[in-house]
């Protein structure tokens, strides 16, 4: 079951204002990017559902940081169905990440009062998942759908809607000025952030360096517009 609420789950979001993403078969590595992205300042994590058995390896890590990250919000993200998604609840799951607007993901989280965060495309799409209960939408792919503009666009009319954008966000000043500037409440980030060659070398220092500098950018971009 999950360790955190849905409440403080969204809090977190708001406050930290980044969400790491990463996925591995090896639960090893998993268990060393969670902890180098916790001692950089990262209270939450998102899995990705990205190759076979993957539903194994999430239980093992997720009991795993329940001791040595007990902080760590730890949710699954790419979740495209109802039944994945319990699966990952019955793991543990903090929150959920799914790349549509699935209704059927809506309700299976909603029943458990566990986060669900669509990926929409489309101010209707954001409209639907709001009407279903989704607190934060991903705008999935970030880039792709419009980048920050798109954004900005959605604020206007809707300016209650909190956003995550995913893929296409950089650990930059520009580009995160950009993303926040827009509105988002948060981002996502995946290899830009975790990058092939610090796994591949076990560079987990340069994580921790990586994700305490993004955390900082955010910080001092977020006073700067207040």
């Known amino acids: 079951m999950a360790r955190f609420t849905r409440i403080q789950t969204v809090l977190a979001m708001q406050?930290?204002?980044?969400?790491?993403?990463?996925?591995?078969?090896?639960p090893e590595k998993?268990?060393?990017?969670?902890?180098?992205?916790?001692?950089?300042?990262?209270?939450?994590?998102?899995?990705?559902?990205?190759?076979?058995?993957?539903?194994e390896v999430f239980a093992e890590v997720k009991k795993w940081a329940a001791e040595h990250c007990p902080a760590m919000i730890i949710g699954a993200g790419s979740v495209a169905d109802a039944p994945t998604a319990a699966i990952f609840m019955q793991m543990g799951a903090d929150f959920i990440v799914s790349p549509t607007m699935n209704p059927d993901v809506a309700r299976?989280?909603?029943r458990r009062?566990?986060?669900?965060?669509?990926?929409?495309?489309?101010?209707?799409?954001?409209?639907?998942?709001?009407?279903?209960?989704?607190?934060?939408?991903?705008?999935?792919?970030?880039?792709?759908?419009?980048?920050?503009?798109?954004?900005?666009?959605?604020?206007?009319?809707?300016?209650?809607?909190?956003?995550?954008?995913t893929g296409g966000v950089e650990p930059t000043e520009e580009n995160l000025r950009e993303w926040f500037d827009a509105?988002?409440?948060?981002?996502?980030?995946?290899?830009?952030?975790?990058?092939?060659?610090?796994?591949k070398e076990a560079a987990w220092h340069e994580v921790t360096a990586k994700v305490k500098e993004t955390l900082e950018l955010i910080g001092k971009l977020r006073a700067a517009a207040h």
């Open 15 to 26: 406050e930290t204002g980044l969400v790491p993403l990463f996925y591995h078969s090896d």
């Open 30 to 55: 998993c268990r060393e990017v969670i902890s180098a992205c916790h001692a950089g300042g990262a209270r939450l994590f998102e899995f990705t559902n990205r190759g076979d058995f993957a539903h």
């Open 183 to 199: 509105g988002v409440t948060c981002v996502g980030m995946g290899s830009k952030l975790i990058t092939d060659s610090h796994v």
């Open 108 to 110: 299976i989280c909603n």
């Open 113 to 165: 009062k566990v986060l669900w965060i669509p990926g929409c495309a489309t101010l209707t799409e954001i409209s639907q998942a709001e009407e279903l209960g989704a607190e934060i939408v991903k705008i999935f792919p970030g880039h792709a759908a419009g980048g920050p503009s798109f954004v900005k666009a959605v604020k206007g009319p809707s300016h209650w809607t909190s956003i995550m954008p």
